[in-house]
């Protein structure tokens, strides 16, 4: 015999299965948003970005109201991960360099020094997570250079102090002295003019420490063209040099004994 109330018995538990399996997901997506939510307010993020030279940048950790990196892991694609340290200003890189100064979201932006792991240092201005702007990029040979970077390298003016005492104070394009520049070496001696690709080319002066001068074309940090040699002695040259060497005298004063050796440029 059919039994109806048995049947209905089986419907309604049936039922109350499905409604608390539904119940209990509904429970667990909500306490799921409910953490999501609590984590956000707090400042948890995960970021992703790139840069402008293709690098991809992954953080993970807390923010601040500005969406800048309290704590937590930076991870690049080019295999370097950092832990930031906020608190203590720090920004430490796994091949044992550090940053400290300010930051655009991920990005190194603002003042801020930079102690890399090979020794050399460099504070100044950054953006979009390179050096640009106007900084001192001290190398741990002990060469200095405080003038104008884009991105990374020397352009625009500066000076370049060698450690052995040796001097560039000018222009420079892509971290190659262009334009207009005066280098001073140890010994005294001293080149004031233009630059064409880190050498002295075009119109310029060199004065070397013994008293002798030479004023007039370079190419290749020779004595190439048109210009005058000055003696100590009061000799003066004025023709055409070619690689260093006189091979036109246009004027000669005839003043003193004739010169057998002209000076180097280095």
């Known amino acids: 015999m059919y039994d109806k109330k048995r049947n ?4 309604k538990k049936r039922r109350s299965f499905r409604a608390v399996f539904l119940t209990a997901l509904i429970c667990a997506a909500v306490s799921v948003l409910v953490i999501v939510g609590a984590l956000w307010f707090v400042g948890l993020r995960y970021v992703s970005l790139n840069t402008a030279d293709g690098t991809k940048i992954k953080f993970f950790g807390m923010v601040d109201s500005d969406g800048t990196p309290m704590r937590g892991k930076i991870v690049y694609s080019i295999g370097l991960v950092a832990d930031v340290d906020r608190d203590r200003d720090t920004i430490s890189y796994s091949d044992g360099s550090s940053y400290s100064g300010g930051l655009d979201g991920l990005l190194k932006s603002g003042q801020g020094k930079m102690y890399y792991a090979n020794g050399d240092i460099y504070e100044g201005e950054w953006s979009g997570d390179m050096i640009n702007g106007h900084g001192v990029y001290s190398y741990v040979n002990g060469d200095v250079y405080e003038g104008t970077l884009v991105d990374g390298k020397k352009d ?3 000076t370049y102090t060698w450690v ?25 001696d001293s080149y004031e003019g233009t630059y064409l690709d880190d050498m002295c080319s075009g119109k310029g002066k060199m004065t070397w420490s013994n008293g002798e001068t030479y004023e007039g074309e370079f190419r290749f940090n020779t004595l190439n063209g048109e210009g005058t040699y000055t003696w100590p002695s009061g000799r003066v040259y004025q023709g055409v040099f070619e690689n260093g060497l006189i091979i036109r005298v246009d004027y000669d004063n005839g003043i003193g004994e004739d010169p057998d050796v002209i000076g180097d440029t280095k």
């Open 164 to 188: 052995d005492g040796s001097s560039y104070t000018g222009s420079y394009t892509n971290d190659m002295k262009n334009g207009e520049g005066k280098y001073t070496w140890a010994n005294g």
């Open 8 to 11: 209905h018995k089986k419907i």
């Open 156 to 158: 625009g003016t500066g």
